[in-house]
Every structure is written in structure tokens, then in C-alpha cells.
């Protein structure tokens, strides 16, 4: 007769760990997604536009504006 043993040792913890892991990866890459898309719509934008919502005359301060959001 074979002894039977139990080879998982992952316990709820680890596996919950990991699956908090995984959700915020998978958060932060759905983020970058949609700043990305932003950036795109935003940069076909002509400067009077830009101006308009105050994003300055020129495209330069895009990206900082749609990460961290205008100065008020």
C-alpha cells in the first residue's frame, strides 16, 4: 500500500495574494490603456481647441494633463 500525501502546499493566503496580484496588475495595465487612448483623441486635437480647454497653445503639456490632471 502507497502512502498518499498532499503535494499543495499553497495555502489561501498565497493564493489570495496572488490573486490580488494579478488584479492590480491587470488594473494598471487597463489604466495605461485608456490614458493611451486619451492621448491619442486629445493629440488630434488642433491648438485653438487645446486652448479652449485649456491645455495651453501647444500640445506640449498633454500627456502630464490627461496622467495627473490640469493645475486649477
Known sequence: ??????????SYETSAAR???????FSAVMREIRIRRALREVSALDDAILQDI???PSHSGIE?????G???
Do not use: P, V
Open 64 to 68: 502630464s494633463a490627461i496622467r495627473n
Open 70 to 72: 490640469r493645475d486649477c
Open 54 to 56: 485649456g491645455l495651453g
Open 1 to 10: 500500500m502507497s502512502d498518499f500525501s498532499n503535494t499543495c502546499t499553497e
Open 19 to 25: 490573486a490580488s496580484g494579478l488584479r492590480s496588475f
